[in-house]
């Protein structure tokens, strides 16, 4: 059993959990690497887990359990562990997020980062940690969990209705890294899929057109009551008087209308993470080999007879995909994980990439 920290020691929050993760696998010798490889998974994902950044699926728990030899000590700390602890919002937020809680329809227009709803919690805890790099790794926690539990209610079959136009600007800037951005620009388009969510972009080229110049939000509660609010880094300003509700109501509404649609939206995403596609991999600490006499090559269908104009791949090799030019067989080959080379073709499938 770990002794340095234990379900019985420590309050069952996920940061506990993720401590008592990591105590299992650092007292079996196993590194992370090794156990995404046999779970077939990222190992950074597993890293997320031990950093209480992203809530482990039962499945793993139960799996990682019994590699570890754990006796079923993890299985029971992950159902002892309060996911859903208690929200805990800045003072001065606490008015809006309870109107938030409250409200029908939700109308947003942001112009430097995506909304709290909008966000993951890599890229939230990106924002906090810029905005606040003397705050500890657990106050970093509690303000992301509030911030994540403020879009439960959004994520339900009838949730409320949740209308987000974002300046383009917010789509190009990367936060917390490529690879969360990239994570976090597929969110966006996953919520999009939602009947209840409407995500749209203000492009550049609207020049004047373009909207405010600070960002706003419309909530509209049961019974019709309507309020406008706006924030500073530490204030909220909030308005339901009829004049400033009307003319904040036509500017959206211009601004909606000016916007890209829903669809073309989405490829705009999709383009943006074009571009986030080369980010460091990940590989396990021990140098990818194979046999090449065990390669099963193979090419397109599309490609012609000879071979030009194309490349071969071995699918045969896990956990490595070994790729070479079709016309130069015997010539160097570039070695990709085999979860990378998937995610490159799903995202080929997809339409992610231009092959214009």
Not at 24 to 31: A, E, I
Not at 219 to 235: C, D, H, I, V
Not at 260 to 284: C, E, H, K, Q, Y
Not at 345 to 350: D, E, F, K, L
Request: positive net charge.
């Amino acid at each position: 059993m770990p002794t340095g920290r234990s379900s019985e020691h420590l309050p069952l929050t996920p940061e506990s959990f993720g401590w008592l993760l990591r105590d299992w696998r650092r007292l079996r010798g196993v590194k992370n690497a090794a156990l995404a490889r046999e779970f077939k998974c990222h190992d950074s994902l597993l890293s997320r887990f031990e950093g209480a950044q992203r809530k482990p699926h039962r499945e793993y728990v139960e799996w990682v359990d019994h590699r570890l030899d754990a006796g079923g000590a993890l299985v029971r700390a992950f159902e002892e562990v309060d996911w859903d602890r208690e929200a805990v919002h800045p003072d001065w937020f606490q008015r809006y997020a309870g109107l938030e809680e409250k409200a029908d329809l939700i109308r947003g227009y942001d112009l430097k980062r995506l909304p709290g709803l909008l966000q993951t919690p890599e890229y939230a805890r990106a924002l906090f940690r810029f905005a606040r790099p003397e705050a500890t790794d657990e106050q970093l926690a509690n303000s992301i969990a509030a911030r994540m539990s403020r879009r439960r209610r959004f994520l339900k079959a009838d949730g409320p209705q949740l209308v987000q136009v974002l300046d383009e600007g917010i789509i190009w800037s990367p936060v917390g890294g490529l690879t969360a951005m990239r994570e976090q620009l597929q969110h966006v388009l996953d919520l999009g899929e939602r009947p209840n969510i409407v995500v749209q972009v203000a492009p550049f080229s609207l020049g004047e057109r373009g909207g405010p110049t600070s960002g706003f939000t419309l909530l509209t509660l049961p019974g019709g009551e309507q309020w406008a609010y706006s924030e500073s880094m530490s204030k909220g300003y909030f308005a339901n008087d009829h004049d400033t509700i009307k003319a904040r109501s036509r500017s959206y509404d211009r601004l909606r209308a000016e916007s890209l649609s829903a669809s073309d939206t989405a490829r705009l995403i999709r383009r943006a993470m074009r571009g986030l596609v080369n980010v460091p991999i990940s590989f396990p600490s021990q140098h990818l080999t194979y046999s090449f006499q065990k390669a099963a090559w193979r090419k397109s269908t599309y490609s012609d007879g000879d071979g030009g104009q194309c490349v071969e791949v071995a699918l045969n090799l896990a956990p490595v995909v070994p790729v070479r030019d079709s016309k130069d067989r015997h010539g160097p080959q570039l070695n990709f994980p085999s979860s990378a080379w998937a995610s490159f073709v799903r995202g080929v499938a997809a339409g992610e990439f231009d092959a214009s």
